[in-house]
């Protein structure tokens, strides 16, 4: 597969093929980031369809001498999911009863090892219950950085900061994460 | 932040990037012996976290319906880009006769257009409109004192620009571009009134130089009095500017300079403002992005600022 760059400069010049392959080598990431913020399944692959349909739309926005294309992309896959989480939480203010959960059967995909497919789905829950206690900067480094897996220069980009800063918040944010997911064992090493 | 965790951070990140290329937790562990009991957590804690993202998988039938969505999307756009070729509209494409209709437009009648997309800002249907109004101006003003006048004053349309999407909560992507924007009318104003700006953080070469790590060093008091250091033939000059000059400015170009540091200097200041007046209720990243933008476009007031009274200096030398 090309590297990103030629494949974006190759659809800017009206190659569908290589927005495809795009998509394709970028999509699991905007996903799993979209996942992080609204849960699993229809909600975030609904996100993740329309990060990519606001980027082809302003593709020939994308410059080149600006911040690298991974940033621009989470740029747009941040405003769509703080847009969506703000909605969500609106509407689950405005019903009575008890907020329905956004990440509902449809979110387990067609895997046969429903035990497993349930142990992650826990495991995701965990973890998204404990980024919803972290800072907004730690739960944005800690997406970008590992669910995404952004480097730390596109993490930086896409947050408008120095290298330096995202390396402090990523220390603070995983101390941050091992205290309220492993709050006795971190209780050892953190005084 | 004290030492010994500034050295967990640095150990951490360098961790994180030997694991990502292949090393082991422990490998990465034996590096930092002195440490390990602050890493291992932090590293297990960031593996863990990776763990569960990589177990996260959209369902196969989604991914696909989003790229027939996408290869649909492409088609419209293609669509709506052969209709415009075809249509009559296609002779705009050409930027001449653009500028010469809407040259016309402002000379026979079409006012209400022009005026209403004075206050047009990107994303505006009228925007187009006001872009080439510009366009137009630049080409038949001659002069390199009248562009660089115009400039200057395109500089300042797109600070009003930044302040409407600031305040309408428009996508940071478009301020960052108007952004860009103003700093290339900064450059081009600058550069035909005979200086250069070290806008791309690279120390300007040629007759006027700014000294410091990045072009320049500057110091900033909170009643907005400028201090600043400029080097021109490598010999140092301390500034200090407090609003106004009250040095009698002479000789050809002199009042024009003078004019342009009280354009940069207020807007300086109109942009310090913006910084200190963003609202507390913006998304953490639209604010850092929006205080950046700012940041941006002081410091390059702040140079061009500093260029216009070194250029003043090289030609009437304070006595």
């Known amino acids: 597969m090309q590297d990103t760059e030629n494949l974006v400069r190759s659809a800017q010049e009206g190659n569908l093929s290589a927005f495809g392959q795009v998509y394709e080598a970028y999509y699991l990431r905007v996903y799993r980031y979209a996942a992080a913020r609204v849960g699993q399944g229809a909600e975030a692959e609904d996100i993740t369809q329309e990060v990519f349909l606001k980027a082809l739309n302003s593709l020939n926005k994308f410059k080149f001498t600006g911040p690298p294309f991974a940033a621009w992309l989470f740029r747009i896959a941040h405003n769509l999911v703080i847009d969506r989480a703000r909605h969500y939480k609106a509407a689950a203010a405005a019903t009575s009863g008890p907020p329905a959960p956004i990440d509902d059967a449809l979110s387990v995909p067609g895997d046969d090892n429903v035990e497993e497919q349930a142990m992650v789905s826990l495991d995701m829950e965990a973890l998204r219950e404990a980024l919803d206690k972290v800072t907004k900067l730690q739960r944005q480094v800690i997406e970008l950085r590992f669910l995404a897996g952004l ?40 005084p | 932040m004290s030492t010994s965790d500034m050295r967990v951070t640095e150990a951490l990140n360098d961790c994180l990037e030997l694991i990502e290329r292949g090393s082991t937790l422990e490998e990465c562990l034996e590096r930092y012996p002195d440490i390990p009991d602050e890493l291992a957590p932090l590293l297990s804690m960031a593996l863990e976290t990776q763990q569960t993202a990589g177990s996260v998988h959209p369902s196969p039938e989604a991914q696909r319906a989003g790229l027939g969505a996408i290869t649909e999307a492409w088609a419209a756009m293609e669509e709506r880009r052969r209709r415009r070729e075809r249509g009559p509209w296609r002779l705009l494409r050409r930027s001449w006769v653009l500028a010469a209709v809407v040259l016309l437009v402002l000379l026979f009648g079409g006012w209400t257009t022009a005026t209403a997309a004075q206050d047009s800002v990107p994303g505006d249907t009228l925007y187009p409109v006001k872009q080439t109004q510009e366009r137009v101006m630049l080409v038949v003003v001659f002069t390199r004192g009248g562009k660089a006048d115009l400039h200057a004053r395109l500089a300042e349309e797109r600070t009003e620009e930044v302040v409407k999407l600031a305040e309408m909560g428009r996508d940071p992507v478009v301020v960052d571009e108007v952004t860009q924007r103003f700093a290339e009318h900064m450059n081009e104003c600058v550069s035909l009134l005979g200086g250069r700006l070290s806008a791309q953080g690279k120390a300007s070469s040629g007759s006027v130089g700014l000294s410091g790590p990045r072009g320049m060093a500057y110091g900033l008091s909170p009643d907005m009095v400028i201090e600043g250091t400029l080097s021109f033939e490598d010999r140092p000059r301390r500034f200090r500017h407090e609003g106004r000059f009250v040095r009698p400015w002479t000789g050809s170009g002199s009042e024009r300079r003078a004019a342009m540091q009280e354009r940069f200097f207020q807007q300086f200041q109109q942009f310090r403002e913006m910084r200190e007046g963003l609202s507390d209720d913006l998304i953490a990243l639209h604010r850092s992005r929006m205080d950046e933008a700012f940041a941006r476009s002081e410091r390059l007031l702040l140079e061009a600022f500093l260029v216009m009274r070194e250029l003043e200096d090289v030609q009437n030398p304070p006595e």
């Open chain 1, 151 to 190: 480097s730390l220069a596109e993490t930086a980009a896409v947050m408008s900061r120095n290298e330096n800063a995202i390396k402090a918040l990523q220390h603070s944010a995983l101390g941050a994460l091992r205290r309220l997911l492993a709050p006795q064992a971190s209780a050892e090493v953190v």
